[in-house]
């Protein structure tokens, strides 16, 4: 999966599309499986990337072993019976609704009637403290913005620095379940509960074994695993498998407005997974890149099908649009690698906010600019195309140091890296159509990113102009050697009709 | 499992084709003409050991279930065969007779054997034969202190069989102190001395009627000794066991039982002493709500 996050517009489309069809249910209100958070924030629920708080994750211990921070063996039996680092629900929020109908119903009187809001968990009236993204849009606020835990690395005159009204800004973080290659919170449940499926590396809770131990809820660094307190259940994204085994994209990619979102096949090397999330923090990136492997390459291919995975799965490898971002481009990062759970959700790093800069304008060059090109009428220039453009990658908006705390452990090159490529696909892009850039100096931006005209023309396809197609490569789920795997179907040949996976409550 | 066990004939077959086959056929044919009329006997002798005579003597007198001398005179040949495949569904439908023994002996159901017909008629057609003897009954001591001792620990499971049996407390429960909360899975066993007497627990003991245990001991007979010491520990329940009151520990109990969950307590606020209590925002919403 890879998140374009230079295209998201925070409209929250996705996580309605999600809420909709998964978690409108009692017990569920307060859950998104997929939300939206708007970035310098402290996200949902409140500080989430705060493992001092939460205690979610792997750490890597003096010996080099790996072992869960908050979970595990030992921890776990100590702290069956009360998990002692569990969100509250005033956490994530909660959830609430407004008695309408007391605006009809209630008695004549002196005051006007009101629709009080009411606790969706106690049916109360209650104060509203807090709602799924509350902090939306709020970028400088001092309860919520600069508390974001990303602030941390950054120096106190850094910090300020963002903050100034005239360079305030901020970006839009989705996120949903991971579906991590070293799930933390599979690790963790202590009734075998959760489990990677196979054949397309789904995680899943499985409701009928799970018993409400709540260790997912920690152990999950991102905080995507929810309890619901109606089932007495922890649930969690499924990715939409009935879509995805159906051929249809998940439904937040599906209806995503900004068409951020890409979904294709990543085939890896299981045996690699554990060298590689104990690799060191500066290394864990590139130790994950290393677990996927090249679907056109002949070995691979060999031995994926020994492995009995389908030509129809290779051959979506193959056009995999996440291959691309991430391999092929290497333009994607993981969210917050150092939690060493793999996460198989990549995002493109957000250029966003356009950087520009004002200066006077100077008519002589105007009288160059493309229409397209935007001026102040009070003869500043809004200078979106300069050379200097180049190097203020390192002086963007959000610091370095701030997204290299969010997507490489800290590594500011990594961001920066990606930061390139994507201006330097822009300068291509504007020789191309603009034409106010010369073409030493696209050529030249090219090269020192290490891209071509073909792959700058393939990431600008896929990036602007992709198709459902393009975006969402789903092969077909051959659920029914999954089926197979587990049971003999040739069992129930024969049966009358359709015959019954459970006794169904009457009849037979 | 069940495909491989079906494969097999099959796979035979193939293998004797033509007119091996057909020779094979004839051997075995000839083999089962020539050795029926002895064997049937000998079959029914060894059935009748293995299982009947844990509740059954020939001539012994009544153990468990009735004594055999003579029941083909008193019983049909073919009630008989119908009673020893399936007691229970012979109850079941009502025939007087059978009704009128499952009254007589205490409701206690006779195990269902899964014997085919011919070797039922064997069973049967030894009975009518066998003059049997009234066994003469072994000489036994009186239960001894370090007998009931060592079945109760037997039975419990802190001393194990030496075949590595399991310990009866894991399915049956007898009232006594020192036994606390035995298996529910078989018979209470408090008055299985009174109804069954020392020769009816021997025979049980010996070679179990009962498919369940027959099967958890198989392999894992119980020795002369165990069975003496175990049916020397029912003896010592006696019937007055049933109607005795658990040991009354008092005060003790609920001055010991609070001291443990006192110290349970502490144990627990001590882990979870840092326990998460408030949300990361208290501070905020202490400010900005009017509070409830």
Known sequence: MVFHLDKCIGCHTCSVACKNIWTDRKGAEYMWWNNVETKPGTGYPQKWEDQDIYQGGWLKDASGNLRLRGAGKAKGLLNIFHNPHLPTVDDYYEPFTYRYLNLIEAPPGDDQPTARPVSLITGEPMDVKMGPNWDDDLSGTPDYARKDPNLEHLSPAEQEAMFQLERMAFFYLPRICNHCLNPACVASCPSGAIYKRGEDGIVLINQKVCRAWRMCVTACPYKKSYYNWHTGKSEKCILCFPRMEAGYAPACMHSCVGRIRYIGVLLYDADRIHAAASADTKDLVNAQLDVIVNPFDEEVIASAKANGVPDSTIKAAQNSPAYKFIKEWGMALPLHPEFRTLPMLWYVPPLL????????????????????????????????????????????RFPLKYLAS??????????????????????????????????????????????????AEGIFYLTALAKFNDRFVIPPAHREQAMEMLEFTGDVKGNTGFGFRERPERGL | ?????????????????????????????????????????????????????????????????????????????????????????????????????????????????????????????????????????????????????????????????????PACSACHHVSHDAIVGGGVLAKELTTAYERLGPSGLEGILKSPPFPVMARAFHGKELSAQEIDALTAYLQSLGGHAQYAQPRADGLKLLLGGSLGAGLLMALYAALWRRRKTEPVNQRIFARQTLGE
């Not at chain 2, 057909?22 to 049937?40: D, F, K, N, R």
């Not at chain 2, 003597?57 to 008989?80: C, F, M, N």
């Not at chain 2, 001591?141 to 009931?148: F, K, L, R």
């Open chain 2, 1 to 165: 499992m069940a495909r491989a066990l079906t494969e097999t004939p099959m796979t035979m077959t193939k293998r004797l084709t033509g007119s091996r086959l057909v020779m094979a056929w004839a051997i075995a044919g000839l083999l089962s003409w020539s050795g029926l009329a002895s064997a049937q006997a000998d079959a029914g002798a060894q059935h009748f050991q293995k299982l009947c005579s844990a509740c059954h003597s020939i001539g012994g007198g009544k153990r468990v279930g009735p004594d055999l001398k003579g029941v083909t005179e008193r019983r049909s040949k073919e009630w008989l065969v119908k009673w020893i495949a399936s007691s229970s569904s012979l109850v079941k439908q009502g025939d007087p007779d059978a009704v009128a023994l499952f009254e007589e002996y205490g409701k206690l159901t006779m195990p269902d054997t899964a014997l085919p017909p011919a070797e039922l008629e064997a069973l049967v057609a030894y009975l009518g034969g066998a003059q049997g003897s009234a066994a003469p009954e072994r000489p036994r001591p009186p239960p001894s202190a370090d007998d009931i001792d060592r079945g109760l620990a037997l039975f419990q499971g802190s001393a194990s069989f030496q075949k590595g049996g």
């Open chain 1, 406 to 455: 969010l997507f490489s452990a800290g590594d500011t090159h990594a961001v920066a890296d990606k930061l390139k490529k994507l201006m330097a696909v822009r300068i291509y892009r504007r020789f191309k159509t603009v034409g106010d850039v010369t073409e030493e100096r696209m050529k030249a931006a090219l090269r020192e990113t290490g891209l071509t005209q073909e792959s």
């Open chain 1, 353 to 396: 906010p356009v950087m520009a800069s004002v200066r006077p304008g100077d008519q002589s060059q105007k009288a160059k600019l493309n229409d397209m090109a935007k001026t102040w009428t009070d003869d500043w220039l809004y200078d979106t195309s300069t050379t200097e453009l180049w190097g203020t990658v390192e002086q963007a």
